[in-house]
């Protein structure tokens, strides 16, 4: 049984850029959520998804977006990228009623030049 | 907004007891206490959960005491691939299946 697993591992945008990473939940998971962790910071929370609808959203602009798909995969769009945006961005999954028990990914790497 | 305050490091050496205390004084009546595990390079993992008294689990035992206000983690006879980041998490009060993660403990164990 495959735990959640993120793509990619590494990527280099430059500033004003869009980028689009994607996830796929543990199976039998049906909500994701997404996290920003700067380097030696706590992971941020950005949004969580179920039933293909964005649930909850923390404090971060209109430019962080996300989508996800009948399978319960999911993806965080964001666009208009500042150097800030540089992070490791998280995807985790849970089932239903047990969110609070999130299984995460290794996380994408995402550099802003 | 809930917020979660832990020691920033501690050290141990291998075999010891560790107990990291996170204080969370406003902490909603429903709310849980959940502690997470990270190692460089990889997504938090999920340790230990509970609301009051005590659990224990094969890795750890969380204390809570009646007032809820703070909680402590044990890890008994702590190993080198024990040291890692550890958090402890309680929900926004709003929504507290919305985690709010703070910096964390940098526990480090030495042989």
């Known amino acids: 049984d495959a735990g959640v697993t993120q793509s990619p591992t590494h990527l280099i945008k430059t500033r004003g850029q869009q980028v689009t990473l994607r996830c796929s939940p543990k199976?039998?998971?049906?909500?994701v959520s997404w996290y920003q962790q700067a380097l030696g910071q706590g992971p941020q929370f950005i949004f969580q998804y179920y039933e293909e609808e964005e649930r909850q959203r923390g404090n971060f602009p209109d430019r962080f977006s996300g989508h996800q798909f009948p399978n319960y995969s999911s993806e965080l769009n964001v666009n208009a990228l500042l150097l800030g945006d540089s992070a490791l961005y998280l995807c985790a999954s849970s089932p239903e009623g047990s969110v609070r028990e999130q299984y995460f990914g290794p996380g994408t790497r995402l550099t802003v030049t | 907004l809930a917020k979660t305050t832990q020691p920033i490091s501690m050290d141990s050496y291998e075999g010891q007891e560790v107990n990291i205390t996170c204080s969370h004084n406003n902490i909603a009546t429903n709310d849980y206490i959940t502690w997470y595990q990270q190692f460089p390079s990889q997504g938090p993992r999920f340790i230990i959960q509970?609301?009051?008294t005590k659990v224990t689990n094969e890795v750890a035992s969380l204390f809570i005491p009646a007032d809820r206000k703070s909680s402590t983690l044990s890890l008994p006879r702590v190993s080198l691939s024990d040291t890692a980041v550890y958090y402890c998490?309680?929900?926004?009060?709003?929504?507290?299946?919305?985690?709010?993660f703070g910096t964390g403990t940098r526990l480090q164990v030495f042989p």
């Open positions: 199976s039998g998971h049906d909500t």
């Open positions: 509970g609301y009051k």
């Open positions: 998490l309680v929900g926004d009060p709003g929504d507290t299946d919305k985690l709010i």
